[in-house]
C-alpha cells in the first residue's frame, strides 16, 4: 500500500469482529477495555458508526456495581480457558450473557466519546452522549466509591494489568518482594521457569526476549488466583492485601477523563452528581501527592505505606496528560522528557528511561517505545502549550511507523517492530495523528 493511512485502515478492517476490534490478528482475540477506546478513535476517521459500536460493545460488559471490566471474552468454546482463568461468574455483580475480567483498566473511554462526537454534527453529537453518559458517570463513581476508600482523590490498583503497562517495574518490584508465594521461589531457585514457556500462547507466537519473563508472569497469575478465591469482593481484597499501588499513568488517565465527562455531560445538558464533581477537583489536587522533587517526576505510590515507588517510566511523565499540573512542574517533566540519554532517544518515548538498570529494549513495558504512551504525550503536550515537542514527538512517531511498520511496540533505539505485527491500537492512534 502506498500510504501509512491505507495500512492503519487496512490494520482495522483485519481486527474487526463486528461488534469490537481485537488488538491483534493472533495473539489477542478478546475485547480489552483501552485498546477498545483507542480503536474507537481510530475507526472515528473511517466510520462513525462503526465507531460508537466499539464504545456500546465495552459498555455492555459493564457491572452492575458500574465497573468496566479489562476484558470481556470471545464466547467461542475454544476460548473456555481464557474464561476459566478469570472467572467472573464467582462475583454475583458481573454481567450474566458474558464472561469478563474481574478487573478494570485506564479509563479513557470518556475520552474516546468524545473523539468520536467531534465527528458528528451537534444533534447526532448530543444524542450519543446522552446515550453513554449514565454508564461513563456509573464508572467513575465507582471508581470513587470502591477504589478511593480514604476519600483522599487518588485510585488504587489492584492488579498491574489494570495499569495498561502490565509489567510494569514499580508494580513487578513490588509484588515480587510482597506477593511472591513458596511455590514460585522454587520455580526460580531450581531455574524451572523455562518450562513455563510451553503453557504460554504469547512465547509460542513470540520470541520470548519480547514478553515478560516467565516468573513476572507466573506472579501476575497468581495475582489474579488470589483476586478471584475473593469473588473480586475489594473489601475482602483490601483486607488482606499486602501491596497495591495508586498508579500514577491510572490517575492521570483518569484525571484528564473527569475533565472530559464534565464537558460532554455539560454539552448534553446532563448534570453530574455534586459528590462526583467535589471527588473530581481533589483528584487533580492529590495528584501533587506523587511528585518527587530529587527526581523531578511524578511517582506510583504504594497504598499500603504510602510510599513513592521511585522507578521512573513512562507514567512518570503522564500527568502532562492529565494537564492540571502547574507549569514549573510541566517544565520539569519536559526538560526530562527531551533528555537524550533518558527518555529521547532514536525513537521516543521508551517505557522505561535508558539511565536505569531495569531498561530492556525489547522487553514488553520494560524499555520498547508504544504508540499509545506517544499519542498521551503528544496530546498532553499540545495541550499545555509545547507545540515544539509535541509536533517532534508526533513526527518521531509517525516516521517510525513508516519506515517499520504497524507494531504492539518498538525497539527505542533502532526502531525495530517487536510483539504482535498488525497491531490495533498502533494503527488507531497513528490515523488519529494523522488526521489531526
Request: proline residues 6%; charged residues 25%.
Amino acid at each position: 500500500m502506498d500510504t501509512l493511512s491505507e495500512q492503519c485502515e487496512a490494520v482495522l478492517k483485519l481486527n474487526d469482529h463486528s461488534k469490537y476490534t481485537a488488538p491483534g490478528p493472533r495473539l489477542y482475540p478478546h475485547q480489552w477495555l483501552w485498546d477498545s477506546a483507542f480503536a474507537a478513535i481510530g475507526w472515528s476517521h473511517i466510520d462513525t458508526k462503526r465507531a460508537k459500536q466499539e464504545i456500546f460493545s465495552m459498555l455492555d460488559g459493564q457491572w452492575s456495581n458500574g465497573m468496566i471490566p479489562h476484558m470481556i471474552f470471545d464466547m467461542h468454546p475454544k476460548y473456555a480457558q481464557d474464561r476459566g482463568t478469570w472467572r467472573s461468574w464467582v462475583s454475583p455483580l458481573s454481567p450474566n450473557h458474558l464472561a469478563t475480567s474481574g478487573i478494570t483498566q485506564p479509563p479513557i473511554l470518556a475520552e474516546a466519546v468524545s473523539r468520536i462526537g467531534a465527528q458528528l454534527q451537534k444533534p447526532q453529537r448530543q444524542q450519543f452522549y446522552k446515550k453513554v453518559l449514565p454508564a461513563l458517570i456509573k464508572y467513575h463513581q465507582w471508581l470513587y466509591t470502591e477504589r478511593d476508600p480514604h476519600n483522599e482523590g487518588l485510585v488504587l490498583q489492584i492488579h498491574p494489568y489494570e495499569t495498561g503497562l502490565d509489567n510494569t517495574p514499580p508494580w513487578m518490584t513490588g509484588i515480587r518482594e510482597h506477593n511472591r508465594p513458596w511455590w514460585i521461589a522454587a520455580v526460580e531457585k531450581l531455574h524451572l521457569d523455562p518450562l513455563i514457556n510451553v503453557a504460554r500462547r504469547d512465547t509460542r507466537a513470540i520470541p520470548p526476549n519480547q514478553r515478560m519473563r516467565n516468573i513476572d508472569a507466573l506472579v501476575i497469575w497468581d495475582v489474579i488466583r488470589r483476586l478471584r478465591r475473593k469473588h473480586y469482593d475489594i473489601d475482602k481484597i483490601l483486607h488482606r492485601s499486602l501491596f497495591i499501588i495508586d498508579d500514577v499513568a491510572f490517575n492521570s488517565i483518569f484525571i484528564r477523563n473527569n475533565t472530559i465527562l464534565r464537558d460532554i455531560a455539560a454539552e448534553a445538558r446532563i448534570k453530574l452528581p455534586e459528590d462526583l464533581t467535589d471527588r473530581m477537583k481533589r483528584s487533580e489536587q492529590a495528584l501533587e501527592s506523587l511528585w518527587d522533587d530529587s527526581f523531578n517526576v511524578y511517582f506510583s505510590r504504594d497504598f499500603i505505606t504510602n510510599h513513592l515507588l521511585k522507578e521512573p517510566t513512562v507514567a512518570s511523565l503522564l500527568p502532562l496528560y492529565a494537564g492540571t499540573i502547574s507549569k514549573e512542574r510541566a517544565d520539569k517533566l519536559v526538560k526530562v522528557l527531551t533528555n537524550n540519554h533518558v527518555f529521547w532517544l532514536k525513537n521516543p518515548v521508551p517505557s522505561v528511561p535508558r539511565n536505569v538498570r531495569r531498561f530492556d529494549q525489547d522487553r514488553y513495558w520494560q524499555g520498547p517505545t508504544w504508540i499509545n504512551t506517544n499519542w498521551l504525550l503528544i496530546d498532553g503536550l499540545e495541550r499545555m502549550g509545547y507545540k515544539n515537542e509535541s509536533t517532534a514527538l508526533k513526527s518521531h512517531t509517525i516516521e517510525m511507523m513508516r519506515q517499520h511498520g504497524i507494531w504492539e511496540y518498538y525497539n527505542p533505539l533502532t526502531g525495530q517492530g517487536l510483539g504482535s505485527p498488525d497491531f490495533s491500537w498502533s494503527a488507531a492512534l497513528a490515523l488519529d495523528l494523522l488526521n489531526t
